[in-house]
């Protein structure tokens, strides 16, 4: 996008967003006429704190410069979801810096576990913003147990999916351990400075430290690349060989959330689904609301 389009992009965006607003939404009085739908250029510029003339010049599409501190205050006073602050920040030409404040519940939707449950036997299942499993399908439990490790309360991270990869011996022994551990270290380090005000994070790296030596050791790498989609080969211990092409999908309501799917070969969807014609009912499907104190 070129500098004129991407600042008139920018100045459509600002107008779209302060027409979809009423006064009381954001706290403002009501007037009984207005002209146009929504907020006054003035009322925008005064929720965030500015200059009505520099605002008006952002929704002209003039070549002002906003920085970061500005963008955030226009977030806020927009009401911007998290995806749309990111919008923002893009269309202004700003790196997008890490959200100071995290969300206190994730909640999968009835809709989003019913994608997960057509998928089967195809193995699905969902992550949160701090690699927690959400939700998971039939054929996932079967290939990942997570039911079975969440029932386990020996420790606070069942749940967490970089708990399970590190200090679990069964997932330790199998085939290219390391190079999906680094890799999914990567991506959880880069998970991890988005939220550099959550003690969660510093509480759950600090006791993986002490319980997993691989862990203390590549930690301090600092490695933010990931090479998780693609091929892989799992060695199930009843199932045998399984192979799969690994894509990771993202809600655009809700970017922290994750959908890992694996879509099986010929060979492995026969046997995933003479798997699951053998369990009892949809029991092993999963879903829960996790709501974190803060």
Same mark, same amino acid.
């Given at each position: 996008?070129?500098? +004129?389009? +991407? ?27 207005? +002209? ?46 998290? /995806? ?41 299942? *969902? ?40 200090? /679990? ?44 030596? /691989? ?45 890992? *799917?694996? *879509?099986?070969?010929?060979?492995? +969807? ?14 092993? /499907? ?9």
């Amino acid at each position: 996008m070129q500098e +004129r389009e +991407r600042r008139q992009a920018l100045a459509d965006f600002l107008r779209q967003c302060r027409a979809r607003l009423t006064p009381g939404e954001v706290g403002l009085p009501s007037r009984l006429r207005r +002209r146009t739908p929504g907020l006054r250029r003035e009322e925008v510029a005064q929720l965030a704190n500015m200059g009505t003339s520099w605002y008006i010049w952002l929704e002209q599409g003039r070549a002002v410069h906003p920085s970061a501190s500005v963008l955030e205050s226009l977030a806020q006073a927009l009401r911007l979801t998290p /995806n749309e602050r990111r919008h923002l920040f893009l269309l202004a030409g700003q790196p997008l810096p890490p959200l100071t404040v995290a969300p206190t519940e994730e909640v999968v939707s009835p809709a989003l576990q019913q994608v997960l449950d057509d998928l089967n036997p195809s193995p699905a299942y *969902i992550l949160g913003r701090r690699y927690d499993y959400l939700a998971w399908n039939q054929a996932a439990d079967g290939l990942f147990s997570i039911a079975d490790s969440i029932s386990d309360t020996a420790s606070p991270y069942t749940r967490n999916l970089i708990w399970r990869l590190f200090t /679990n011996p069964t997932t330790q022994g199998r085939p290219h351990w390391e190079m999906v551990a680094r890799a999914t270290l990567a991506e959880f380090r880069t998970a991890s400075a988005r939220y550099p005000d959550d003690p969660w994070f510093e509480e759950l790296i600090e006791d993986l430290k002490q319980a997993s030596p /691989n862990f203390c050791r590549w930690w301090p790498h600092h490695d933010v690349r990931s090479l998780l989609d693609g091929h892989k080969v799992i060695q199930h211990p009843t199932l045998g060989t399984l192979e799969f092409e690994e894509f990771t999908l993202q809600v655009l309501t809700n970017p922290d959330i994750r959908i890992m *799917i694996y *879509i099986p070969d010929a060979v492995t +969807r026969a046997t995933l689904q003479i798997f699951l014609a053998a369990l009892p009912g949809s029991e092993r /499907n999963g879903k829960a609301s996790i709501r974190y104190p803060g």
